[in-house]
């Protein structure tokens, strides 16, 4: 996994909209890069929920939120307009830059392993580099922990 002081990896991947975003396109802002398993599952709702009703706050810290998962595209905006979400949401289907940050790999759950996102975010800072990785938090806790950080 990546660690504060390294580059992010530059990335480009399609929005709920079907748009290229790419993380050099953010550059002069934070960026909340957070990776979560599946769009419309109890604890990546949860998590979602919460961070669009932290919009505000994270506003004025200047931080854009990118939520990423292996969900295809067209899975995306259904996500969006039921939890009503005022953020982005990227497709990583081949969760190319899933592993790129070091968070795809092997899980467990209820007694199968599998492959999977590790549920972790990062904070990019204004030039490209991880400032800060969360990477031990409760769903309904993430904001807060983020909000945290930035408070200090």
Known sequence: MLQAGEKAPQFTLQDQNGEAV?????????????????????????????????????DEHNVVVLGISPDPVKRLPKFVEKENLNFTLLSDEDHE??????????KKFMGKEYDGIHRTSFMVDENGTIEHVFDKFKTKEHHNVVLDYLNK
Request: charged share 15%.
């Open 97 to 106: 830059v899933a592993t790129q940050f070091g968070v795809w790999g092997p």
């Open 22 to 58: 790419s993380l050099a396109s953010l550059q002069g802002k934070k960026v909340l890069v957070y990776f979560y398993p599946k769009a419309m599952t109890p604890g990546c709702t949860t998590q979602a929920q919460c961070l669009r009703d932290s919009k505000s706050s994270l």
